[in-house]
């Protein structure tokens, strides 16, 4: 009986090992046996008492002593940093030149900086070419908005008429995506002016430029108006008074009552009809100046203003063969040939403000061109063709 009364209780000295204490208090209230209380336990009793009196046996954490490491070099530190590169991040054949590429280029306007890109050429008065095809295949925008050309027969305004100096970046596409116009074959080009300048600034620029067929050579000119050097004209080209109650009245040239002799004198301006031979043509020559500058406003806004006006002026001599068929098969009915002078006069300006708020920005571009062109013809000598 003894040896069953220990093995019983080695059996309940287990079971309250390895149960919690409300299982083993439940297991022995079933069978009888009486447990002690938690808030009676002696134990618990004496740790509380030692906390009262200020006595704390909870074992302390051994320091820990850093060692000092010499190690040739210093530290190594890893800085890591995202850049949005739009080149890269584009599904689209995409070039881009940020300001700091412009810069770096020298180029005075954006036209020569382009001749930098890849597949880009410079043809003629500063039309761009892209992938080798005429301006009739590209298209231009300025702040995501078409250019307008100045003249009838081009589809792109010839982009060296913008000074470096206001352009902040220049993207060229040469595929199609959605947020660009379909319109072009070549590839597009959006030319982002500055909104607001980071700071003050004034710069001029002039140059001069000839040929050895052209410059200092023989040519034909004439003098028109006094303001022909910048293409405008003072109204003498204006219709006269005869003329124009002609046009009004809706008459035949040859009724009773047109007068003829005054009609036909005020078409017959010497200063516009009368053609002059020169032995020194005059060198090309150009201008411009630009400017801007920029102001706080508001706590966390700055606007700005950028302006710029340029001019030129370039003559160019070329000979002409005319030739005019006889028949479907091209055979030749007439020939002749002849010497033309031409000058170009581009005037244009451009007026730009910007106001930055906080991550909002804003522009308003004005842009103006002036295109003129005169031709002067002599030596026409238009005969029939000796060879039929």
Known sequence: MSTGKQLSALLLLSTALTFPAGAAFAQAASTGAEGV???EDPATDAIMAQQAEGIDDTPQEEAFEETDI????GAIVVTGRRRQDVTRASSQVVSVLDSASIARTGEGDIAGALTRVTGLSTVGNGLVYVRGLGDRYSLALLNGLPLPSPQPLSRVVPLDIFPTSVIASSLVQKTYSANFPGEFGGGVINLTTRAVPDESFVKVSAGISGDTETTFGTGYTYYGSDYDWFG???????PGPNLRSFLDSGQSLNDPGVDQQAILTELGD???ILLQSTDELPVNWSGGITAGTSVDVFSDGRFGVIATASLSNKYRNRFITRQ???NGDLDLDQTGNQFQTDQRILANA?????????????RLTNLYIRDSAQARVAGADFRPDRRR
Request: hydrophobic fraction near 40%.
């Open 270 to 272: 010497p200063n516009l």
């Open 232 to 238: 405008f004209d003072d109204g003498r080209r204006d």
């Open 324 to 326: 005019a068929a006889l």
């Open 37 to 39: 209380p938690a808030d």
């Open 70 to 73: 010499s190690v040739p070099g």
């Open 350 to 362: 451009m007026l730009g403000f910007g106001l930055e708020v906080g991550e909002h920005r804003f």
